[in-house]
């Protein structure tokens, strides 16, 4: 199936998150909180598609106005594929970037409508995020985690995008086979470690040996 994000043409399965699919694609798209539901930052507008995504879901209710609920808008770490086709969405980032390229003078009213439509549900999203508490739906470690992972991915597609490496074009996302992610993972540690622990080439599984600055083993 197609998922066009952005303007951009990427792969995706069905049980895939927007949000995941555009991580994967390095298409912009906010989420600081890591994909828990938390921030409203992954605001997508669905242009097309919207029947193959899961219906909206308590969550998404919360914390979306009626209005933006009419013009198509989507947390895309709350909607998930579920049937095949093709999914056209422009996440709120990108309009935000769009609108300030083309037509800035905007700009004013799409801010002052977004921060309207936060506040009408400010008070839903609050007992909203109290009850996921106490019912245990969070794990504040994992959170942290996940934050943390999207500030680091946030910083590497900016520093894609102003090297003049992140620019947009067909992709396609291929899910390999086990074996192959092991051997990936293990090639990107042995990277890591070049040049201070570098394992030996004729056994990746070897024990990595360490030397100082002078070439002794340490």
């Not at 995706?12 to 921030?39: E, M, P, Q, W």
């Not at 998404?60 to 009626?66: C, H, P």
């Not at 980032?93 to 439509?117: C, D, I, R």
């Not at 504040?140 to 910083?155: H, K, M, N, R």
Request: charged letters at 20%; a negative charge; aromatic letters at 4%.
């Amino acid at each position: 199936m197609k998922n066009i994000i952005n303007d951009r043409s990427c792969e995706a399965a069905t049980g895939d998150r927007l949000i995941d699919v555009a991580r994967k694609h390095h298409s912009h798209i906010g989420y600081f909180c890591g994909g828990n539901g938390i921030c409203q930052t992954c605001y997508v507008k669905v242009l097309e598609g919207a029947e193959l995504l899961s219906p909206l879901s308590e969550p998404e209710k919360a914390m979306l106005s009626d209005r933006l609920i009419k013009e198509g808008t989507r947390m895309a770490c709350l909607a998930t594929i579920e049937r095949p086709g093709t999914i056209k969405i422009i996440t709120a980032v990108e309009e935000v970037k769009q609108m300030f390229e083309n037509t800035p003078h905007l700009l004013p009213a799409y801010s002052g409508k977004m921060g309207w439509e936060s506040l009408v549900k400010l008070p839903e999203t609050i007992a909203l995020q109290i009850q996921r508490t106490l019912t245990g739906h969070f794990d504040i470690l994992q959170i942290l985690s996940d934050v943390v992972t999207g500030i680091g991915d946030a910083l590497q597609l900016a520093i894609a995008s102003f090297s003049g490496a992140g620019s947009q074009g067909n992709c396609s996302l291929t899910i390999p086979d086990s074996n192959t992610q092991k051997r990936l993972a293990e090639e990107s540690i042995d990277n890591m470690l070049d040049g201070c622990c570098k394992k030996g080439a004729a056994d990746i599984h070897a024990k990595p040996v360490c030397r100082n600055g002078s070439g002794i083993a340490a």
